[in-house]
């Protein structure tokens, strides 16, 4: 008997479909930008999009099904590769990437182990000593690719932990009485690290900001002082490169200084921001991630690489292993046979993510990315002065590539409502995606320029748009 599965291909058909498909993509990527940003569906629309079939009992040409599954994601997706798209930290992917995650899944190597991924393994350990080298960390530094941001803030966290109390591994958190610093704009990965493993979100000291949305590093000694007199133990300071909500970058010096008199960990969250530590012109804190014990940042957002990849550092090797390592009886590999990914972080089988991020690396070069990001950060600069041309429109603030403002024409009774139906109006527009943050208790609209596609033009229309969406309500 010769065994063919439905779900083989001989290589005519391959070819056939996969042309077709890059084809299709290659027209999408080129009419993106006069493509509508969104069709502003709601979800029983877009369920109705997809339809209510069952699990099909047969299987269907392979045209069809490819077919399908592109006109579903074209026609009911949020572009954010679009010029106009500037919510949350998302970013415009790089077409280069797409290329690597079709390679990546026709090999299919399991970085997991070295010997399951040999040319996998190697491309991943390269491409986080560039991102090392890029970023001003030492090469020689561990590190792991994870899923994003959350995962690569939660390696540095789970590495803090076990450094601090080698028993947690086996006594869980009762072990020590740990408590962890964050200002109060941290992003939530602190909440979840705290809360998924085993500490409580109680644990968690949140830290005054200054007017510049910064950490305060007298607030902290004090806070630190008060813990260390209750009985408590400190172990982990987290500082931002890059806040989420206004790219605010704390005084990283300062707050290095502090661990290291106080014996704490300490930790940065660079999952957006760190990357603009490249650029000459950065400030002194930004460009002293080196200080930093473990360092998080992410591929996918301001490297320009599709979802998903974030990046951990961790500045000590070895410390990966000591939080990470289990070596089942079933993993019988050589002692001396390579870098088995398994045992520096929390994933078993891992696909090869890292091509997508060493493909773009080495399409952009050092020079290329310094460039791309040094442009948005002077959109989003090119932003705030364009908002402030304009007097119904407040300009709040800006840092790295995220400018908020928001819509305040003198008089406005309730301008937080305002403009929080204004956001809903603007994410369902299809022209322009802007996300929100709250400052000094303000509702503003953020506008987060990660996006090699935004020109100059399409910043000078932001304003246009949001008064002319303002004017049809
Ligand atoms: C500063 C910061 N940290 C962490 C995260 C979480 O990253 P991810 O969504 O990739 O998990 C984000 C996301 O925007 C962020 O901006």
């Not at 940003?37 to 629309?45: D, H, I, R, Y």
């Not at 491409?127 to 001003?136: H, K, M, N, Q, Y």
């Not at 840092?399 to 908020?404: K, N, Y």
């Amino acid at each position: 008997m010769t065994r063919r599965s439905l779900l083989d291909m001989d290589p005519e058909e391959f070819r056939a479909a996969g042309h077709r498909l890059v084809d299709q993509i290659a027209d999408f990527y080129h009419a993106l930008p006069q493509a509508k940003l969104t069709p502003g569906e709601s979800p029983a629309e877009v369920r109705e999009a997809l339809g209510h079939a069952p699990l099909p009992e047969t299987g269907e040409p392979t045209e069809a099904t490819v077919n399908t599954a592109w006109q579903l994601l074209q026609n009911h997706s949020l572009h954010n590769g679009h010029p106009l798209f500037a919510g949350y930290v998302t970013s415009s992917a790089a077409p280069i990437g797409a290329l690597a995650d079709l390679m990546a899944a026709a090999v299919n190597p399991n970085v997991g182990a070295w010997i399951l991924g040999p040319m996998g393994t190697e491309i991943e350990a390269q491409s986080i000593r560039w991102i090392a080298d890029f970023l001003g960390y030492p090469t020689n530094s561990g590190g792991i690719l994870v899923s994003g941001g959350n995962m690569a803030n939660f390696v540095g966290f789970l590495a803090a932990r076990t450094q601090a109390c080698k028993a947690i591994r086996t006594e869980g958190a009762e072990a020590a009485k740990l408590v962890a610093y964050a200002s109060k704009e941290t992003h939530t990965w602190i909440q979840k690290a705290a809360d998924l493993f085993g500490l409580g979100t109680n644990a968690i000291r949140w830290i005054a900001t200054d007017q510049h949305q910064r950490m305060d590093p007298a607030a902290l000694c004090a806070q630190i002082a008060a813990d260390r007199a209750a009985g408590n133990q400190p172990f982990f300071l987290a500082a931002s490169a890059g806040t989420v909500s206004t790219g605010a970058v704390d005084p990283i010096r300062e707050l290095a200084r502090i661990a290291r008199t106080e014996g704490i960990w300490f930790h940065i969250d660079g999952a957006y921001g760190a990357p603009a530590a490249a650029l000459p012109d950065a400030d002194e804190d930004l460009k002293s991630l080196h200080l930093a014990d473990s360092l998080a940042v992410d591929p996918h957002k301001w490297f320009y690489a599709p979802l998903e990849a974030g990046c951990a550092l961790v500045k000590n090797p070895q410390h990966l292993p000591d939080a990470f390592d289990y070596s089942p009886a079933y993993y019988h590999f050589e002692a001396d046979a390579g870098l088995n990914y398994y045992q520096h972080g929390p994933q078993n089988s891992r696909g090869l993510r890292a091509l997508k991020v060493w493909m773009g690396l080495r399409a952009s070069g050092r020079q290329g990315l310094i460039q791309t990001i040094a442009e948005d950060i002077a959109l989003a600069r090119q932003l705030f002065d364009e908002v402030q041309k304009y007097p119904e429109l407040e300009a709040l603030t800006t840092s790295l590539s995220i400018t908020t403002f928001r819509y305040n024409p003198p008089g406005t009774a309730d301008p937080n409502t305002v403009n929080e139906r204004l956001l809903d109006r603007i994410q369902k527009s299809g022209e322009l995606f802007l996300s929100n943050a709250i400052i000094d208790g303000k509702f503003a609209l953020r506008a987060c320029i990660v996006n090699f596609r935004t020109q100059p033009r399409h910043i000078a229309e932001i304003p246009k748009i949001v008064l002319r969406l303002v004017a049809e309500r």
